[in-house]
T-cell receptor, first 115, second 111 residues
Framework: GAVVSQHPSWVICKSGTSVKIECRSL??????MFWYRQFPKQSLMLMAT?????????EQGVEKDKFLINHASLTLSTLTVTSAHPEDSSFYIC???????????FGPGTRLTVL | RKEVEQDPGPFNVPEGATVAFNCTYS??????FFWYRQDCRKEPKLLMS???SGNEDGRFTAQLNRASQYISLLIRDSKLSDSATYLC????????????FGPGTRLSVLP
């Protein structure tokens, strides 16, 4: 399968700071990437769909001004958690949509802890 | 009703056992279906796509029943390394659209 990387793999920050997470498709171009969040012992919840060159589409209940998404190239999407609070602590996972089959390839995830 | 529902689990089985997971989905227009596995604190990894005719990959067999809106995964001769959470995933709206994940069923294969 295709390779998707995320950076950083984990981050600890103080409340009120902003954190940027990068998602890269390493061996293919992804016009569509997805951002998910997973709380402990819960399933993945889609936050937003990121399309290259256009504004992201956010799911209901996800604040677009708090979770800024930029998909400036076919291999990179970024998620910025602005003014992070402890309740934003979670496992953030991105995925890239395959070009041929309707499969999603997941990055390794970023574990965010806000103190 | 949730869009995708799965057996609540956990399933604790001995090595070599056969185990089956069930999944139902609510949107009859759903297009694609997958099984992913997720290890603790890791990202989901695609296990197999599920086709209308059913498909098999080694010890794993997936089946889809569109009329009943039901998907299954059968694991034969289970190994310790099969211990993970198995996620039923449905694509309700076609290519390029988001996936809907089931809550997962946790499997522990015991020595």
């Amino acid at each position: 399968g295709a390779v998707v990387s995320q950076h950083p793999s984990w981050v600890i920050c103080k409340s009120g700071t902003s954190v940027k997470i990068e998602c890269r498709s390493l061996d293919f171009q992804a016009t569509t990437m997805f951002w998910y969040r997973q709380f402990p012992k819960q399933s993945l919840m889609l936050m937003a769909t990121s399309n290259e060159g256009s504004k992201a589409t956010y799911e209901q209940g996800v604040e677009k001004d708090k979770f800024l998404i930029n998909h400036a190239s076919l291999t990179l999407s970024t998620l910025t958690v602005t003014s992070a609070h402890p309740e934003d602590s979670s496992f953030y996972i991105c995925s890239a949509l395959g070009r041929i089959y309707n499969e999603q390839f997941f990055g390794p995830g970023t574990r965010l802890t806000v103190l | 009703r949730k869009e995708v529902e799965q057996d609540p689990g956990p399933f604790n089985v001995p090595e070599g056992a056969t185990v089956a997971f069930n999944c139902t989905y609510s949107n009859s227009a759903s297009q694609s279906f997958f099984w992913y596995r997720q290890d603790c604190r890791k990202e989901p990894k695609l296990l197999m796509s599920v086709y209308s005719s059913g498909n098999e990959d080694g010890r794993f067999t997936a089946q889809l029943n569109r009329a009943s809106q039901y998907i299954s995964l059968l694991i034969r001769d289970s190994k310790l390394s099969d211990s993970a959470t198995y996620l039923c995933v449905v694509n309700p709206a076609g290519y390029g659209q988001n996936f809907v994940f089931g809550p997962g069923t946790r499997l522990s294969v015991l020595p």
